[in-house]
């Protein structure tokens, strides 16, 4: 990932989450590189993935945050011209990271 691109992205999440959600955030993102290794997925799509899950707790509280996040995410990634699949798979993962549990639940589709 682009230095320039992922410190403009790091400002945005920050500037959009509560304090204790960027510091939530900043806890996983080493432990999402760890997995990443560890189980073959993709970097930046994990990272992406981490830095953007929370970012719509900011807008609608913790109840179904997951889908603003996702909406937020593709936004600024769409408009910051980000390959397509990168975006769709960052998006995968967000609004699945709230896990099948849920209601009309789905299991995640790659390894991301």
Same mark, same amino acid.
């Not at 920050?14 to 560890?38: A, C, N, T, V, Y």
């Not at 073959?40 to 994990?46: E, M, Q, R």
């Not at 995410?73 to 896990?99: K, M, P, T, W």
């Given at each position: 990932?682009?230095?320039?691109?992922?410190?403009?992205?790091?400002?945005?999440?920050?500037?959009?989450?509560?304090?204790?959600?960027?510091?939530? =955030?900043?806890?996983?993102?080493?432990?999402?590189?760890? &997995?990443?290794?560890? /189980?073959?997925?993709?970097?930046? #799509?994990?990272d992406m993935a981490i830095l953007f899950h929370d970012i719509g707790k900011s807008k609608v509280g913790e109840?179904?945050?997951? =889908?603003?996040?996702?909406?937020?995410?593709?936004?600024? &990634?769409?408009?910051? /011209?980000?390959?397509?699949?990168? #975006?769709?798979?960052?998006?995968?993962?967000?609004?699945?990271?709230?896990?099948?549990?849920?209601?009309n639940g789905e299991m995640p589709q790659t390894i991301e």
């Open positions: 990932m682009d230095e320039e691109k992922l410190k403009k992205i790091e400002k945005f999440v920050k500037e959009k989450s509560s304090e204790r959600d960027w510091i939530h =955030i900043r806890q996983m993102r080493p432990i999402g590189k760890i &997995l990443s290794d560890k /189980e073959g997925a993709n970097k930046d #799509i994990v109840e179904n945050h997951e =889908i603003e996040s996702e909406k937020i995410a593709r936004s600024f &990634l769409e408009e910051n /011209e980000f390959d397509g699949n990168f #975006i769709q798979s960052v998006c995968d993962a967000i609004i699945r990271h709230a896990g099948p549990w849920k209601e």
